[in-house]
């Protein structure tokens, strides 16, 4: 823990204690302290778990929030010990300090876990999940489980309300925090006079993913795929869109490529690539609401582990589409190309329509904006939503008897 960690400033506002694991959820939950902030004319404090972005917007963590972001099965094990040290000293604090509500974003293991001890001590504390599970999509038992322990949820989906509803659990639809990223606001014409890219050169993004497994998977099928399209468009540009975990790698990898390839990590310079680019091709991820945003029409790729696959397939999936938006319209608005589906030749043909006629890019342009639109662009920021939603149950609550 941190050095003092009992120590909380004190003010006449709510005392706000969050929990997030992950980089997004540090920026969903910078985004909703922001927004508490200017609900309450700055008359909030906040305690909890989070990273860099939530720290500079007033929260001491009691804990490196990058304890909590372990995948897979090699970096769990070894760290079982310290995480449920962490999951009783943080059902411990949240005790001691008895916030007025506790917020958890993602890490919904490390979460749910503390969430029931703290259920179990009967304290009254409204605990609230901000970003539901996608019961809709697999695993749909959580929804009941989660009606168990918590008192409130926050979905991302306006479709998503319903199946906690159901279970008894009260659920609020805020919007995608995606719509408050800036996508669509990248300067096409800055990033291709900084790289020397000429306007009427073909450019195309690629988005091969964030974690090494996808890149290992996926980018080899890019790259014979945009081999393949320089047949056609010669003087064809890449630009590739990563992160900083695997960006050296995806560096190593593209180096011998026969076509001007430029990587960039920041936001604001992917948005910007996103601007300049004609058509894009991506991992399946929130990146296809970004690019949405951005107005880049795409198509979408991905392959996963054949094991996994099957097991999804048979016993989890209940979706019959990858992409959000195509979810949401329920049609394939921005062509997948899933598992055995994403092959070179099939992807060429794909990206290559959206290259070479500007209608096709018009048209899923178009057709993704009432999928945006009930996502909560055009309304009222999420994050705000997200906050008036927790200051309402933390007032619905305190009118109720307690529970202690």
Not at 3 to 30: C, H, K, T, W, Y
Not at 73 to 92: C, G, K, M, N, Q
Not at 161 to 172: C, D, I, N, Q, S
Request: glycine share 6%.
């Amino acid at each position: 823990m941190t050095s003092n960690p009992g120590i909380v400033e004190r003010s006449a506002g709510p005392l706000i204690f969050l929990m997030a694991g992950e980089s997004s959820g540090d920026a969903i939950g910078a985004r909703l302290m922001s927004a508490l902030k200017r609900e309450t004319n700055g008359d909030v404090r906040f305690a909890g778990i989070g990273g860099e972005r939530m720290s500079a917007e007033g929260l001491t963590s009691d804990f490196p929030m990058e304890e909590l972001s372990v995948m897979g099965l090699t970096e769990v094990l070894p760290r079982i010990p310290l995480i449920l040290r962490r999951i009783r000293e943080t059902a411990s604090r949240i005790e001691a300090l008895h916030p007025a509500a506790v917020v958890s974003i993602d890490a919904s293991g490390f979460c749910g876990r503390v969430e029931k001890r703290v259920k179990r001590k009967r304290l009254g504390i409204p605990l609230i999940r901000y970003v539901a599970p996608m019961v809709w999509a697999w695993r749909p038992w959580k929804a009941k489980e989660s009606a168990r322990f918590l008192d409130h949820i926050m979905t991302l989906l306006p479709f998503e309300p319903p199946y906690f509803e159901k279970e008894g659990l009260p659920a609020t639809f805020v919007g995608h925090p995606v719509i408050e990223e800036g996508a669509e606001q990248g300067d096409g014409g800055r990033f291709r006079a900084r790289h020397g890219i000429p306007a009427s050169a073909p450019l195309l993004a690629l988005l091969p993913g964030s974690r090494r497994g996808e890149i290992a998977r996926l980018l080899p099928r890019f790259a014979e795929t945009v081999e393949r399209l320089t047949t056609e468009w010669p003087n064809l540009h890449v630009v590739i869109a990563t992160v900083d975990t695997v960006a050296e790698s995806v560096a190593s990898r593209t180096a011998s490529w026969p076509m001007p390839v430029v990587i960039v990590r920041s936001a604001n310079e992917k948005y910007d690539a996103f601007a300049a680019a004609n058509a894009a091709l991506a991992a399946s991820g929130t990146v296809s609401l970004e690019l949405a945003l951005a107005r880049c029409p795409m198509v979408i790729a991905y392959r996963i582990n054949f094991i996994t696959a099957a097991i999804l397939r048979v016993f989890l999936m209940r979706v019959r589409y990858a992409t959000l938006v195509n979810v949401m319209l329920n049609r394939p608005v921005i062509p997948e190309f899933l598992q055995f589906a994403c092959r070179p030749e099939r992807l060429t043909e794909a990206v290559g329509k959206l290259l070479r006629d500007p209608e096709a890019r018009r048209a899923q342009i178009d057709a993704v904006r009432p999928a945006l639109h009930a996502l909560g662009m055009d309304g009222s920021p999420p994050s705000t939503r997200a906050a008036r939603t927790v200051l309402r149950v933390i007032a619905e609550k305190t009118k109720q008897p307690s529970m202690a």
